[in-house]
């Protein structure tokens, strides 16, 4: 499984962006999906996350109330809406996906650049 991330850039804070993250295989609706993040000079954490039916979704502290994830299984792809941004959501983001019959993600794609200015 191979997962190529896009759509991170520079936007201003209270701003959104909409990364996405397209997978490549035909089990793509067997598979568990979750957005990291790793900001300069700190260690990797999760965001979000969504299991492998789109049915149900998790989300850190940091990202309730103002991120939506999705999965359309159709197009092999996991969306991260990202609303109301703030300087703190400034970090390379990257999208992971996690086989329903593993306890950890698997595959991670290469990451995309997000960049909130103040």
């Known amino acids: 499984v191979q997962l190529q991330a896009s759509g991170g850039g520079l936007v201003q804070a209270g701003g959104y962006l909409r990364p996405s993250c397209a997978t490549s295989g035909r089990t793509f609706n067997m598979y568990a999906m979750g957005w990291f993040r790793q900001a300069p000079g700190k260690e990797r954490e999760f965001v979000s996350a969504?299991?492998?039916?789109?049915?149900?979704?998790y989300y850190a502290d940091s990202a309730k109330d103002r991120f939506t994830i999705s999965k359309d299984n159709a197009k092999n792809t996991v969306y991260l809406q990202m609303n109301s941004l703030k300087s703190e959501d400034t970090a390379v983001y990257y999208c992971?996906?996690?086989?329903?019959?593993?306890?950890?993600?698997?595959?991670w794609g290469q990451g995309t650049k997000i960049t909130v200015s103040s």
């Open positions: 992971a996906a996690r086989p329903a019959t593993k306890h950890q993600y698997t595959y």
């Open positions: 969504i299991n492998w039916s789109g049915g149900s979704t």
